[in-house]
């Protein structure tokens, strides 16, 4: 049975409509995962002898095992944020005498073999391979590195937990949050405490199964939930409320685009997904507390100060404008029907990621207490917020292919997120922090500054240009996207 969903998934990948228009983006991810596994392989089989020479004095392994823990964390995150669960088109086979415990228990086995556990195994494997070729002991190195692989499928099937239940996501972020202010004010020594647990699993292999337990309950935790989402019918029905009308006749003061700006204000209050997205931007307000005042940021990474600035004053344009216009996927083919003017349909989104931008601003103001210099920095952050990120992710956004479902659950919710959604960060983000890094050491701090601001004020100053732009490209990839928007899973 597991060799005919094989070869059902082989026939779909390459009798798909769109194998031939994406083979190029394919050829580009394989030699990206290539990349990263000589990456993991180097690193796996030099680390031992790197941490060597440069700390004779220190145990390779202790060392190792005293990071694992943070190694881990951010395996989560990225996982998180990239993973998704292997799925396969099963209404079909729902019709047929297949066992639903069968697809089940395919799905969840699938993801086992997912390039993200794979990868760890390209560090973890070479590095046991050379403590034994050290002279350490073989049965510790391979208790150590069946524990490893436990941790791994953990994470693994842990990420499917937390992207399907909020509660689950609740619990995690509680006990992170619980041990990041536990490190942070001396409470418990993390590398200690779990360096001594990884490092005692070499002492006594046996203890390596004590993690078998925790694999299979996360195992079969997905089961269950996934097993009960197995019918044709499933989510058919939902929750009907009563709509509520909201009072906006102050948005027709911006003319023309305010049918549009009704539109999306009413959408991100009545669905749980733009919702979220709203409330969180606030929460990014508290995003500088980490940074600011830090000493390390202040002397030896100045740059980061910028990526907090612009989150501070970003969190609404960066988490919304990335999803333009997969925001109105519901409703883009009939929207794209009426009598309506593209433009003014693209600058709704733009005055409304700027009013976002320039309210959060006034709600930093309280940071002026961190030193004049960090407030400054929110406020060439709030302007290029306001000049360069909005209308980049507008352009961006004509590039978005998957469909967003708005009334599905808000939190935790990573449906219509592609790695497009990764690459677009590294101009929003990446382009100001070289800016200033880049003026701050040959000239100095304030010139930094400056850099950010004056590309800011460029593009407020040639918005009607880049506005053209970005109109042309979206009336180009019009049809396209009411093609791939009427696509559902």
């Keep these: 049975m597991i060799s005919h969903f094989l070869n059902l998934e082989w026939k779909q990948f390459f009798r798909s409509a769109n194998f031939g228009k994406s083979i190029a983006l394919k050829i580009i991810m394989t030699f990206f995962a290539l990349y990263f596994v000589l990456s993991f392989l180097a690193i796996g089989a030099g680390s031992f002898f790197i941490i060597k020479d440069k700390m004779p004095n220190v145990d390779p392994l202790v060392f190792v095992n005293q990071l694992l823990i943070f190694a881990f964390l951010v395996d989560l995150i990225v996982r998180y944020l990239m993973q998704k669960l292997p799925v396969m088109n099963i209404k079909p086979l729902l019709l047929l005498p297949i066992k639903k415990n069968t697809l089940t228990h395919y799905l969840l086995r699938k993801s086992i073999f997912s390039i993200f556990n794979v990868l760890s195994l390209f560090f973890f494997v070479p590095f046991a391979v050379v403590l034994i070729s050290q002279g350490y002991q073989v049965l510790g190195v391979l208790g150590w590195l069946f524990f490893m692989v436990l941790c791994i499928l953990s994470c693994n099937f842990l990420n ?17 949050g619980f041990l990041f202010v536990a490190y942070k004010y001396g409470f418990l020594e993390l590398e200690a405490f779990f360096g001594g647990i990884f490092q005692g ?21 997905n089961f269950k939930n996934l097993r009960a989402k197995v019918y044709l019918d499933d989510a058919i029905t939902g929750k009907t409320e009563e709509a509520k009308s909201l009072n906006l006749s102050w948005v027709e003061n911006f003319g023309e685009v305010a049918p549009f700006i009704k539109n999306d204000i009413r959408q991100i209050w009545r669905n749980k997904r733009t919702k979220t997205v709203f409330f969180m931007s606030f929460l990014f307000l508290f995003y500088g507390i980490i940074f600011f005042g830090n000493p390390v940021y202040e002397e030896k990474m100045p740059a980061f100060l910028v990526f907090a600035a612009l989150f501070i004053t970003g969190g609404f344009t960066i988490n919304y404008g990335q999803f333009i216009p997969a925001w109105d996927s519901e409703y883009y083919a009939m929207l794209m029907s009426q009598n309506i003017k593209y433009r003014k349909y693209l600058e709704s989104k733009l005055y409304l990621m700027v009013v976002m931008t320039f309210c959060l601003y006034l709600l930093s103001i309280p940071y002026i207490f961190y030193g004049l210099d960090k407030f400054l920095l929110i406020t060439v952050g709030a302007i290029f917020n ?39 960060i590294i101009p929003v983000m990446g382009l100001p922090m070289l800016l200033f890094w880049l003026f701050n050491k040959f000239i100095g701090f304030h010139a930094g500054l400056t850099a950010i601001a004056v590309a800011g004020i460029l593009c407020i100053v040639f918005k009607n240009f880049f506005m053209g732009v970005i109109e042309k490209k979206y009336k180009k990839d019009k049809y396209a996207a009411i093609n791939a928007f009427n696509q559902t899973s």
Excluded: C, D, H, W
């Design 386 to 424: 306001i000049g360069f990120n909005s209308l980049f992710l507008l352009y961006a956004g004509s590039f978005n292919r998957k469909r967003v479902e708005l009334n599905k659950s808000g939190f935790g919710n990573t449906q219509g997120t592609s790695a497009t959604q990764f690459l677009i």
């Design 160 to 176: 499917f937990l937390i992207n399907k239940s909020n509660v689950a996501l609740g619990i995690l972020l509680t006990v992170i």
């Design 201 to 221: 699993v070499y002492e006594t292999p046996l203890l390596s199964f004590l993690m078998l337990p925790v694999v299979l309950i996360l195992y079969y935790l």
